[in-house]
């Protein structure tokens, strides 16, 4: 009977602690979307006047690369550890290998020990901007050979299916040992790359006509082809779809820019504008229809919860440009800058 009452006194003691433990793990679970709490920090460039980051990727909270420009011409990146940005060493002058950066525009990759980054570096006083493409084993920063100019957009399916674009026409695809062109005609610009598949990929894009006027694409790659499938002409026609920024979620692609945000699934041909904005939006990210953020001009973050939109206030700074948003589904992370700073928040 004594041994009875033992293991009956025991077992409630476990039961007890395990109980005491409960609002401990509570305490440290990630906040919901809209009651996240915000820090701000500062990323800054010795002697820059100047800097904007224009493109974020992670692979974990604590793993998170934010690419862009600083006066000077000097393409920059930075590196989130879990605590602290740090910038990254590339230029020679910081003790990095490449000296003739000139800028990053797009980051992507499939794990801590690949990843890619795309932008253009300086070549002789006739071919400036030339595309520039460095890989990250997880040790280390090399440069990929390419032929074209500035890189705006990267993406890939896997490691060995990368695709990657800029101006003039240029659109490269990467199988994890040749660089492949598939040219456009010069007047096209690729600006954002996503895609459901190695078969199944689009890409956004656009010209520049008469009186600075912009015509924009949705070009759709079917594993053999690239093929125009959207376009319109800005000012003269309304916004069939978003021109600066494409994101992947289930198995609907959307897309944002002037008008909002419009969404078409992978089997339809015609965009829906499923959010109205008259601010303009620069960036999407999110984990699943339930969870989509859009980000903006003039300090716009938007966040969806599969019923309705909430703006944060908090992080409502006028004088901001949010450019671009990540998130693992459980935090996320936003950059933006005011011309002269780029800054990074961190919502949890």
């Not at 493109?55 to 605590?83: N, P, Q």
């Not at 990053?104 to 794990?111: K, L």
Request: proline share 4%.
């Amino acid at each position: 009977m004594k041994q009875v009452l033992c293991r009956i006194w025991i077992l409630i003691a476990v039961l007890t602690l395990s109980c005491e433990k409960n609002p401990t793990q509570i305490t440290n679970a990630p906040n919901p979307p809209r009651e996240y709490e915000w820090t701000l920090d500062t990323l800054s460039v010795p002697n820059a006047f100047q800097l904007m980051m224009v493109d974020v990727w992670g692979s974990s909270a604590d793993d998170v690369y934010v690419t862009g420009f600083s006066s000077g011409a000097r393409g920059k990146m930075f590196h989130y550890d879990g605590s602290s940005w740090e910038a990254v060493k590339l230029h020679v002058v910081e003790g990095g290998p490449f000296p003739n950066i000139l800028e990053f525009r797009a980051i992507w990759g499939s794990s801590s020990s690949n990843i890619y980054a795309a932008g253009a570096k300086n070549g002789d006083s006739l071919n400036i901007f030339l595309s520039f493409l460095i890989h990250y084993n997880g040790q280390q920063w090399s440069e990929i050979p390419t032929n074209g100019k500035l890189l705006q957009a990267i993406w890939g399916s896997s490691p060995s299916d990368i695709w990657t674009g800029g101006i003039e026409g240029t659109l490269l695809h990467f199988d994890g040992t040749v660089i492949q062109q598939y040219p456009l005609p010069d007047s096209i610009w690729i600006k954002s790359i996503k895609g459901f598949s190695t078969d199944d990929v689009y890409a956004l894009a656009y010209s520049i006509g008469d009186f600075t006027r912009l015509t924009f694409y949705v070009f759709h790659w079917d594993g053999q082809t690239w093929d125009l499938q959207n376009k319109y002409v800005d000012v003269i026609e309304p916004p069939t779809f978003g021109a600066f920024a494409l994101e992947i979620i289930g198995e609907d692609i959307y897309s944002v820019g002037y008008g909002g945000l419009f969404r078409k699934n992978r089997n339809d041909s015609t965009w829906q504008n499923i959010f109205g904005s008259s601010t303009l939006l620069f960036g999407i990210c999110g984990s699943s229809q339930d969870n989509m953020f859009v980000v903006g001009r003039n300090g716009r973050a938007y966040h969806f919860n599969g019923i309705d939109w909430y703006r944060y206030p908090e992080i409502a700074y006028s004088d901001i440009e949010y450019s671009c948003c990540w998130t693992d589904g459980k935090e996320l992370f936003i950059v933006g800058d005011n011309v002269s700073k780029s800054f990074a928040l961190h919502g949890r």
